[in-house]
Every structure is written in C-alpha cells, then in structure tokens.
C-alpha cells in the first residue's frame, strides 16, 4: 500500500511570491490534515478535513493561506504572498476513522 | 500552555545504553501516538498507545492515562536511533493531532 506522498519536496521563494503543495493521502483514509512544523519544533495544525468538508481551519493564516480538498482524496495547500516567517515544513498526514496517523515526507519552505 | 511537555529535550547515549523519555500532557488523551524524526526527515510511527505497556522491538511504552504521562523506553541504543522522538496525543477520538516539542537524541560509538 503506497503511503502518503507529498510534493515538492523543497521550495524557496522571495517574500510575496506564492507557492502551492500537493498532498495524496493513503487511498481510503478519511480525514486529511496540514501541519506546519518550524525549525526544532513539533508540527501543529493548521487544517484538518474529514471527506471534503473542513473540520478544523481555526489555526490557518486565512489571509494568506487556504487549502481545499475538494473530492475528498487530494488535497492542495496553497500560500499567497509568503513571509519569512512562513518558513517551516509543511507536512501532510492522513487518518482512516481515528486511528493511528501517518505522515508524508513533508515539503521544506524557505522564504527569502 | 503547552498541551504536551516532553523531557528531556536533549539526550546523549553511549551506543548500548538505555533511554527513558517522557511525556506528560495536560489534558485528557484519548489516543497517544510516539513518533520517530531523522534529521530533515518526515515523522515516522513508533507506537500508539493510549493506556498501558505495549512492546515492539527495542522500544517499550507506558500509558498512564489518570496521570497524563507516558515514556518510551529505549534499551540498548544505536547510532541509528539518533533523531528526535515526539509524542502527540488526541485530546477527542478521531480529531487532530497536538504534538510536544520532541527530544532530541544523539547516541555516539
């Protein structure tokens, strides 16, 4: 069974560009969440979707970020007008019905 | 304040000795996940366990989930273990995910 995948896997920017990440979650997995994980720090949430509804956005920038999962499979994370401050992994897991997490291999950001 | 608190934060071995990492959280949890994470690596699952002592390998977890605590237990390391250790707890069935700040573990030869 193929298990998270993300992509890409690295990404820089200057300040104010824009970036999109791609998260394909294990087939059958119902829920779907971002993370964003700072240098020497543990991942938190920004966004959790259970199908293709969200659960949990109350932790995304919504002025800068958004993310969709529109068929309930797939999911895209995007950023507009990035900061240095944004500079983390992000990082995608999925979820089938509360059981354990699994995490894909996350997608560095460096913003200039 | 930090839902989970985790100790030490950094850890140095010899190669064969043992280690006992902590955590301790401050709500209740109904599921406690512990988490392996190489150097610019993805988090890969150790063990779930949300009450009690599971087993697998070299690692040993205890849950005790009145006392909000739970350890890992590490017996004789590897080189290979070296990477950061993190402990997430579910504080509702089927929700999200809240993380400590991990344990850094290095063991030399």
């Known amino acids: 069974e193929a298990g998270v995948t993300q992509s890409p896997r690295y990404a820089v920017l200057q300040e104010g560009q824009a970036v999109s990440f791609w998260c394909d979650p294990i087939?059958?997995?119902?829920?779907l969440y971002w993370y964003q994980q700072p240098r020497d720090q543990g991942p938190q949430l920004l966004v959790y979707?259970?199908?293709?509804?969200?659960?949990?956005n109350s932790q995304l920038p919504s002025d800068r970020f958004s993310a969709v999962r529109p068929k309930g499979t797939n999911s895209t994370l995007k950023i507009q007008s990035a900061k240095q401050g944004d500079t983390a992994t992000y990082l995608c897991?999925?979820?089938?019905?509360?059981?354990?997490?699994?995490f894909g291999p996350g997608t560095r950001l460096t913003v200039l | 304040g930090q839902q989970v608190q985790q100790s030490p934060a950094s850890l140095v071995l010899q190669e064969g000795e043992n280690a006992e990492l902590q955590c301790n959280f401050s709500?209740?949890?109904?599921?406690l996940q512990w988490f392996y994470q190489s150097p610019g690596g993805s988090l890969v699952s150790l063990l779930s366990?949300?009450?009690g002592t599971k087993h697998t390998g070299r690692l040993t977890s205890t849950t005790v989930t009145k006392e909000r605590r739970s350890s890992l237990h590490i017996s004789s390391s590897q080189t290979t273990d070296s990477g950061t250790y993190l402990c997430?707890?579910?504080?509702?069935?089927?929700?999200?995910?809240?993380f400590g700040t991990g344990t850094k573990l290095q063991v030399v030869p």
């Open positions: 087939s059958g997995h119902d829920t």
């Open positions: 366990n949300p009450s």
């Open positions: 997430a707890i579910d504080r509702n069935s089927g929700t999200y995910q809240r």
């Open positions: 709500s209740t949890a109904t599921q």
């Open positions: 979707f259970r199908d293709e509804a969200v659960i949990d």
């Open positions: 897991a999925s979820r089938d019905r509360g059981r354990e997490q699994y």
